[in-house]
């Protein structure tokens, strides 16, 4: 059975720093294309951040680029997420998700947050101004 478990999240200030990670287990993590996924209620999923299974193929949304950098420890079957310069906008619940496309699709897919088979319950990240 799959399970990704999402922990790092909080309040912080403006500008402040969290680092989110994800615990995955009952699959074989090195072999997953993973993403970062945010919601706020009442609004529709926004992709962040996504890693090919290596680690060596990295897609950011704009709105994160060059503030947020998602990494993945194979070896510990985890990901992260380091999230710096954060803004109250980034205030969402923040879930890990893995497909099982390969690298050549997920280069083409990653943004479609429909397309992730195994999601995380999602932990609650708060920026306050």
């Known amino acids: 059975q799959v399970q990704l478990v999402e922990s790092g999240g909080g309040l912080v200030q403006a500008g402040g720093s969290l680092r989110l990670s994800c615990a995955a287990s009952?699959?074989?993590?090195?072999?997953?294309?993973m993403g970062w996924i945010r919601q706020v209620p009442g609004k529709e999923r926004e992709f962040v951040a996504g890693?090919?299974?290596?680690?060596?193929?990295?897609y950011y949304a704009d709105s994160v680029k060059g503030r947020f950098t998602i990494s993945r420890d194979n070896a510990k079957n985890t990901l992260y997420l380091q999230m710096n310069s954060l803004k109250p906008e980034d205030t969402a619940v923040y879930s890990c998700?893995?497909?099982?496309?390969?690298?050549?699709?997920?280069?083409?897919?990653?943004?479609?947050?429909?397309?992730?088979?195994?999601w995380g319950q999602g932990t609650q990240v708060t920026v306050s101004s």
């Open positions: 009952g699959m074989t993590f090195s072999a997953y294309c």
């Open positions: 890693i090919t299974p290596s680690g060596g193929n990295t």
């Open positions: 998700a893995a497909t099982w496309k390969n690298s050549r699709t997920y280069s083409r897919t990653y943004y479609a947050t429909n397309d992730y088979e195994y």
